[in-house]
T-cell receptor
């Protein structure tokens, strides 16, 4: 079955430290991958998608098909990065997005 | 554009009551969906629709009904509320079809408490 796994419920880092939020998926085909972010009491919003290979707010994510991973990285964490992060996959065609359970990132000053 | 709107923002129901959560979008998106968000469970898909007149079940459809009579609206009906349906509900929309370009836009959420 298609599955998205975010192994960490909570990740705490100090300001200025590197951040890596892990995401693994199970799917034999070529998925479309996204990271969504939810700041406190706000709606979810798209952070980045693998197809565009862009960097948003200093975050990047690389698709590793061999390891079936799409980890989110940032070299230097900022306090404003504290939020809930969701990895999401669209497997094919008109199938819905499948979300992981999310990782709460807490950046400590 | 208002984007995706949801009403109400907050609702308290008694067990057994029914109600409808409203969702509307003004972006002419074909695809709409409902999720519930629970601590430690992430976002779970309830129902979705790829266009007017077409709906399908997601991961957790029991206790909920949907219909899609127009492109703009996608209401979620709770038939007989139960405490297990206490959650935050999010509606989302996007263009439909194949492709990685179709960002999902989310509404602000409805916080529902069933006592």
């Amino acid at each position: 079955a298609q599955r998205v796994t975010q192994p960490e419920k909570l990740l705490s880092v100090f300001k200025g430290a590197p951040v890596e939020l892990k995401c693994n998926y199970s799917y034999s085909g070529s998925p479309e991958l996204f990271w969504y972010v939810q700041y406190s009491r706000q709606r979810l919003q798209l952070l980045l998608r693998h197809i565009s290979r862009e960097s948003i707010k200093g975050f990047t994510a690389d698709l590793n098909k061999g390891e079936t991973s799409f980890h989110l990285k940032k070299p230097f964490a900022q306090e404003e990065d504290s939020a809930m992060y969701y990895c999401a996959l669209k497997f094919s065609g008109n199938t819905p997005l499948v979300f992981g359970k999310g990782t709460r990132l807490s950046v400590i000053a | 554009n208002a984007g995706v709107t949801q009403t109400p923002k907050f609702q308290v129901l008694k067990t057994g009551q029914s109600m409808t959560l409203q969702c509307a979008q003004d972006m002419n998106h074909e695809y709409m969906s409902w999720y519930r968000q629970d601590p430690g469970m992430g976002l779970r898909l309830i129902h979705y629709s790829v266009g007017a007149g077409i709906t399908d079940q997601g991961e957790v459809p029991n206790g909920y009904n949907v219909s899609r009579s127009t492109t703009e609206d996608f209401p979620l009906r709770l038939l007989s509320a139960a405490p297990s349906q206490t959650s935050v509900y999010f509606c989302a929309s996007s263009y439909s079809g194949r492709g990685a370009f179709y960002e999902q836009y989310f509404g602000p959420g409805t916080r529902l408490t069933v006592t």
